[in-house]
């Protein structure tokens, strides 16, 4: 993204351009300089400029869209969790990785809004926590299991067959909400399930701290 907007901006050395590389790319500065070596036509620099200005425009869309939906999250706080502590997360990487991404605050939100920490089951952050807790509501009773919870989701629905053929026009019952597609956290991998224990399920989260 430096690059590009490096480009945006006039600069036109390779040299100083491959320099903005992240330290993390692994082609070296002298592969990406050779690769930014040669004519600059006057379309493309218009539709890189065009394409990174829409960028931006949805980036803060985007920010101001999440800046409303905190306080209001905020506003629909329990009393007695304004200023509450949020309790530790078992997972000690994972809420690390949530402070080093600047998802804390939202965390923090969500639980002194719902009274259940989402984000201490695998996979999800605190967008996936958001997206379940606005569709489903902070009252997760209702699933005494993560297997009850997938169930009501119907993540695998049923397929109507007859003999050996699909029937065509049967409603497979998928539920119609954004729970499904709720995104990961960034650099999520879920790890295998320890044979001592289990996740947390809706229910027991309901009742934690």
């Known amino acids: 993204m430096a690059i590009g907007r490096a480009i945006v901006a006039g600069e036109r050395d390779p040299a100083s351009l491959s320099a903005l590389r992240d330290p993390r790319c692994s082609k070296s500065a002298e592969e990406i300089a050779r690769y930014l070596t040669g004519t600059w036509r006057d379309e493309h620099l218009f539709t890189l400029g065009s394409t990174l200005g829409l960028y931006d425009a949805i980036d803060e869309l985007i920010r101001r869209s999440e800046s409303r939906l905190f306080d209001a999250i905020q506003a629909l706080q329990s009393e007695e969790r304004k200023t509450a502590q949020l309790p530790a997360h078992p997972n000690p990487n994972k809420e690390r990785s949530l402070r080093s991404h600047g998802d804390q605050p939202a965390r923090t939100a969500l639980w002194r809004f719902a009274g259940v920490d989402l984000t201490r089951i695998d996979g999800i952050g605190p967008g996936a926590a958001k997206i379940v807790l606005t569709e489903i509501g902070a009252d997760l009773s209702a699933f005494p299991s993560e297997h009850h919870f997938v169930s009501w989701l119907r993540l695998c629905p049923r397929t ?11 409603r497979t019952g998928a539920r119609h909400n954004r729970v499904p597609h709720a995104p990961p956290p960034p650099a999520t991998r879920i790890p295998p399930p320890h044979p001592a224990t289990a996740p947390p399920s809706p229910a027991s989260l309901a009742s934690s701290p």
């Open 160 to 170: 109507p067959i007859s003999r050996v053929h699909r029937l065509k026009n049967r």
